[in-house]
T-cell receptor
């Protein structure tokens, strides 16, 4: 069974630009969560989507948004990039009703 | 006070030693406790999880939860160089949000 995939793996952007990251969950998983990981703050929850609806949200500004498609694939978008948005963005999926999340390898975003 | 505190390390121990990794937390509503392992350039992978106080064993790994002290531990017996990674504790409360510790970097020296 294929794992969670994320594209692209690496991305370099400049301040003020916007970026879209993609996540394909494990087949059959309809819950997709996004996290930001930085050395200073660790792994922080951004949001969770289930059946195309945002079900839970962390404490991030509105520049961070996401969506989920009918095939459970998810995208997250960050607008007006800031230097502090440089991080590893991780996506995780799980079966509904279970607690075990499976993480993808992440997208390393560098903002210059 | 942060909800979850975890010593970032690095922690270096010789091969074969017993490793003890720890987290403390402040939110008594946390019900579900997890340990993840993250290798360099990879996403975290779930190692162990538990809902209750006490010990849970899986091979060389033992997860321990003490809800009265708000303290969780992961023990690794007979540590191997392949155990070198960052270990993250994580906890979930009734709101379903998962809070992670910042992770402890572990080096097992051959």
């Amino acid at each position: 069974k294929a794992g969670v995939t994320q594209t692209p793996r690496y991305l370099i952007k400049t301040r003020g630009q916007q970026v879209t990251l993609s996540c394909s969950p494990i087949s059959g998983h309809r819950s997709v969560s996004w996290y930001q990981q930085t050395p200073g703050q660790g792994l922080q929850f951004l949001f969770e989507y289930f059946s195309e609806t945002q079900r839970n949200k962390g404490n991030f500004p509105g520049r961070f948004s996401g969506r989920q498609f009918s095939n459970s694939r998810s995208e997250m978008n960050v607008s007006t990039l800031e230097l502090g948005d440089s991080a590893l963005y991780l996506c995780a999926s799980k079966f509904e009703g279970t607690d075990t999340q499976y993480f993808g390898p992440g997208t390393r975003l560098t903002v210059l | 006070q942060k909800e979850v505190e975890q010593d970032p390390g690095p922690l270096s121990v010789p091969e074969g030693a017993i490793v003890s990794l720890n987290c403390t937390y402040s939110n008594s509503a946390f019900q579900y406790f997890m340990w993840y392992r993250q290798y360099s350039r990879k996403g975290p992978e779930l190692l162990m999880y538990t809902y209750s106080s006490g010990n849970k064993e899986d091979g060389r790994f033992t997860a321990q939860v003490d809800k009265s002290s708000k303290y969780i531990s992961l023990f690794i017996r007979d540590s191997q160089p392949s155990d070198s990674a960052t270990y993250l504790c994580a906890m979930r409360g009734r709101d379903d949000k998962i809070i992670f510790g910042k992770g402890t970097r572990l080096h097992i020296l051959p």
